[in-house]
């Protein structure tokens, strides 16, 4: 498995870049999950390449005035938040990732932003961590997690960066990376689509989320199945009236919800059940067959971590959360899952 670090530690070797300070952390760290240190091989984004000393602040590889969309033209690299990378580092990028499609690696660690940036070409981290990212720059699976830094900092991310090098584990088994394909279906004509709902009735279990603002229910999504999943929306802010259907319509879709609800044959999975089924109760809905929250659930097991839907999908899954994929998605006012 090979393991990218932002920076050297700054007491590291020439030959070993987490020989300094950090090293009992990284090595008990990795002991945890049962990786064997003949197992890895580290590398550095940017390091004494250029400088006889370790390269280790983005002051000294990134600009952020200076340089402009024109001075990189031709770099496979977009803007990092730092800045634009320096001239002078460019081919220690290319290099870093031509080295790392010679050994090909069924996976990729990114340990840090820069790391992940580095070798996804522009990725974030911050929508990516702790899912594989197939990348074209190195070809071959990234999963992105914390650096040792902000660990060794903020000892509530080490359970985090644990899980997510399990995750990779896994996947270092196998090469490639092939997610299971998804449908959502977005219910439009109410007339039409209704029948599909309805067979939601026939299901044993379903998982449910709600999606609100000022008050109101705006979009609830219902799912049969891991891959499958039907969302009605009854939001829609370019209308005036903010109403997605007419009111006939939407009518019909709320009395099927009351009787998909209120079935107690049919059960029915949350997170955090107690804030969406009292927006159910609040529209005169009664929820019966309620069996699991997902948010106590993994709270039971790891109650030092976050408890949000996209966190926990970055744990247990092998997608990223659809609202950090969607730039576009504002946040639900009133319902905090943390």
């Not at 280790?56 to 977009?78: C, G, M, Y």
């Amino acid at each position: 498995m090979i393991i990218v670090l932002d920076y050297p530690e700054r007491r590291a070797s020439e030959t070993d870049p987490i020989s300094g300070a950090y090293t009992h952390e990284i090595h008990s760290l990795f002991e945890e999950t049962g990786l064997a240190p003949e197992d890895i091989e580290f590398f550095c984004v940017f390091d004494n390449q250029l400088e006889e000393h370790f390269t280790r602040s983005n002051k000294e590889t990134f600009d952020p005035e200076t340089l402009t969309l024109s001075d990189f033209e031709n770099s496979a690299w977009p803007r990092y938040d730092a800045g634009w990378v320096k001239p002078q580092y460019v081919p220690r990028l290319h290099n870093l990732c031509k080295t790392i499609k010679e050994r090909k690696p069924n996976v990729v660690v990114a340990m840090g932003k820069i790391a992940f940036w580095a070798v996804t070409s522009g990725a974030r981290l911050t929508d990516h961590r702790g899912t594989p990212y197939f990348s074209e720059t190195v070809e071959t699976k990234v999963v992105g997690t914390s650096g040792l830094s902000a660990f060794t900092k903020d000892w509530s991310l080490r359970p985090i960066v644990i899980a997510d090098i399990n995750k990779a584990i896994a996947h270092s088994k196998f090469p490639g990376f092939k997610p299971k394909e998804r449908n959502v279906y977005k219910v439009t004509d109410p007339l039409r689509d209704l029948p599909h709902l309805r067979n939601l009735l026939k299901e044993e279990l379903v998982a449910v989320d709600v999606e609100t603002e000022a008050c109101q229910i705006t979009c609830i999504s219902i799912s049969p199945s891991e891959t499958e999943s039907y969302v009605i929306p009854f939001w829609n802010k370019d209308n005036l009236n903010y109403h997605q259907f007419k009111e006939e319509e939407e009518l019909l879709l709320w009395k099927f919800l009351f009787e998909l609800m209120s079935n107690v044959n049919v059960n029915k999975v949350f997170h955090n059940a107690t804030y969406d089924v009292s927006y159910f109760r609040h529209h005169g809905i009664p929820t019966l067959g309620v069996i699991e929250d997902t948010m106590l659930m993994h709270h039971s097991l790891s109650p030092e971590m976050q408890k949000s839907l996209g966190f926990l999908g970055s744990l247990y899954c092998d997608v990223s959360a659809w609202k950090t994929l969607n730039k576009k998605t504002k946040k639900s006012i009133n319902k905090k899952d943390e």
